[in-house]
């Protein structure tokens, strides 16, 4: 991922813990602070619908830390996985992600994250939601339980983190990479340009 100034003149704060969205911004050469919102995620998504679910959480992740910031750019965001028409949160402890890892194993599912920036002050937000298509390969239980020990499933929707360049249980079939990781670099460079240009950047 090519290093580049910060299309946004002006104060990012990353309303986010995300070890793999702290390492997205710092590839893209973005200067950041760090903010976690530290809501309480729901479980389940309340209209049926993942787009909805991860939109909602992440206005409400930017909502929780904008009043904390005078002036600057709020970036929230929200992943979850989506199979069987359910969400595929984090996993609670090592026999949780096992399940889900069993139960994503040999399938495609989607993978969506709802990003909110919240522009302050003024309070202009922009959102949206993208969605991927992930392939997981089938597992032996010795992969399987070779995975679970690397705790690479700890705080991740879904109970993986993508390996790159090269994953070897899971294949991006639809959308960006950077969104399977928990931010969508692309569309992200985009929208901070656009809070540039009503900031008067």
Not at 36 to 50: F, K, M, Q, Y
Not at 84 to 99: F, M, Q, S, T, W
Not at 117 to 127: E, V
Request: hydrophobic share 40%; with cysteine; glycine share 10%.
């Amino acid at each position: 991922m090519a290093t580049q100034p910060s299309p946004f003149p002006g104060r990012l704060i990353l309303a986010s813990g995300s070890r793999g969205r702290r390492w997205l911004m710092e590839q893209a050469g973005y200067p950041f602070e760090v903010k976690p919102s530290n809501i309480d995620e729901p479980t389940e998504a309340r209209l049926g619908s993942c787009r909805h679910y991860v939109g909602e959480l992440a206005w409400l992740k930017a909502a929780a830390v904008a009043p904390t910031v005078d002036d600057g750019l709020v970036i929230a965001a929200d992943t979850v996985g989506w199979h069987g028409g359910k969400v595929i949160g984090k996993p609670e402890d090592v026999n949780d992600a096992r399940r889900i890892i069993t139960e994503l194993a040999g399938t495609v599912h989607e993978l969506w994250t709802g990003v909110c920036l919240w522009l302050r002050p003024g309070d202009w937000q922009i959102c949206w939601q993208e969605r991927s298509l992930v392939r997981m390969k089938s597992l032996t239980d010795a992969e399987l339980d070779a995975y679970l020990k690397t705790d690479k499933w700890v705080g991740n929707s879904g109970a993986y983190a993508i390996d790159l360049p090269s994953d070897p249980f899971l294949t991006v079939e639809k959308g960006t990479v950077s969104n399977v990781i928990g931010l969508p670099m692309e569309s992200l460079a985009k929208a901070l340009s656009w809070m540039a240009t009503i900031r008067g950047g």
